[in-house]
């Protein structure tokens, strides 16, 4: 896969003094969904765990009006002498209700990823940084250099 076989060695001068082969990493086959995958995956390890609180949306009492008031029947804000009396509570409808399916800490927050997959992953980034039209892509100058 790799552009060049054979590299160039070059000593402290700046002058070659010789060349090697290419390590077989640098050959492994490039697969860019795995990399992805792998990235991705283990990016969602650093995450922290949130969630709304449990009483958000449900701090009042409301009890339902129920049918024949030509309302709708969500629980309504009991009282009076305020804006508030009389408005809808609880629902995720409503203003000042708690939100449809309320986020909770125990989601998956976590993944596992194969050992054997993780280290492909990182042959095959390797193996594309031989590659110079794959290095030049994203603007990087590799044309600076002896080889």
């Known amino acids: 896969m ?3 076989p054979l590299v160039s060695i070059f000593s402290l001068t700046g002058e070659k003094s010789g060349e090697t082969a290419l390590p077989n990493v640098m050959t492994a086959p490039i697969r860019p969904d795995i990399v992805q995958f792998v990235h991705t995956n283990m990016a969602k390890n650093s995450r922290q765990a949130y969630a709304v609180s ?4 449900k701090q009042v009492s409301a009890s339902s009006w129920g049918t ?3 309302v709708a029947r969500i629980p309504r804000v009991g009282g009076g002498g305020t ?7 609880f ?3 409503c203003r000042g209700g708690r939100m449809f399916a309320p986020t909770k800490t125990w989601r998956k927050w976590h993944r596992k990823i194969n050992v054997t997959q993780k280290r492909y992953a990182v042959s095959s980034a390797l193996a594309a940084t031989a590659v110079p039209a794959l290095v030049m ?4 100058p590799v044309d600076e ?3």
């Open 68 to 70: 024949g008031r030509a």
């Open 54 to 57: 449990i009483r958000a949306g």
């Open 137 to 140: 892509a994203p603007g990087h």
């Open 83 to 89: 804006s508030r009396s009389g408005q809808g509570a």
């Open 91 to 93: 629902g995720n409808m």
């Open 145 to 147: 250099g002896a080889e």
């Open 2 to 4: 790799a552009a060049r």
